[in-house]
């Protein structure tokens, strides 16, 4: 089995007097995750004096965090979008069993899968709540069926043992 080297893509820009060096872990052609694994900052020998007085401040981080949210991943890198996640969300409830009652065994082994990816996901919103959009069901619904979906699957390994 061939295994999937990990390596750096990076991207290098100045904002209000500060040099940013931004580096994200790639994994075939996907960052390891939504944001970059490193940032680093150093005031640029082309600051002006009031940059200098000033230093790092809260205003310069939030631009600097601006411009790491718009910058292009380098060519052939994908960025895992919530987009991309929530179309494989639909392909995977629409194959899911419309309710437990029909298959549980599948249903709740499919719901546990697509929680699992939506964590691994690492997205900006809560993996129930997109969980719930999509399905088309109350977050609490989305709550109780992986409550029971746990305890089912606990069951099921119990019996195998």
């Known amino acids: 089995m061939a295994t999937t080297r990990a390596v750096k893509a990076s991207r290098k820009f100045t904002e209000s007097g500060w040099d940013v060096a931004v ?3 790639v994994i075939g052609d996907r960052p390891a995750s939504d944001g970059p694994t490193e940032v680093t900052m150093k005031l640029s020998p082309d600051a002006t004096d009031a940059q200098r007085r000033k230093g790092w401040t809260t205003g310069v981080a939030r631009r600097i965090e601006r411009r790491i949210a718009m910058l292009a991943l380098p060519e052939g890198v994908q960025r895992i979008s919530e987009r991309n996640v929530r179309q494989m969300l639909q392909d995977g409830v629409a194959k899911m069993p419309a ?3 029909d298959d549980p065994d599948t249903y709740y082994a499919a719901l546990l899968d697509l929680l699992q990816k939506l964590e691994s996901a690492g ?7 997109l969980l719930a959009e999509v399905m088309g069901v109350p977050v609490g619904t989305v709550k109780s069926r992986i409550y029971s979906a ?3 699957r606990n069951a099921l390994t119990h019996e195998e043992a």
């Not at 997205?123 to 709540?129: A, E, Q």
């Open 123 to 129: 997205l900006h919103v809560r993996p129930i709540d």
């Open 99 to 101: 309710s437990p009652k």
């Open 150 to 152: 746990k305890l089912h």
């Open 23 to 25: 580096s994200w872990e």
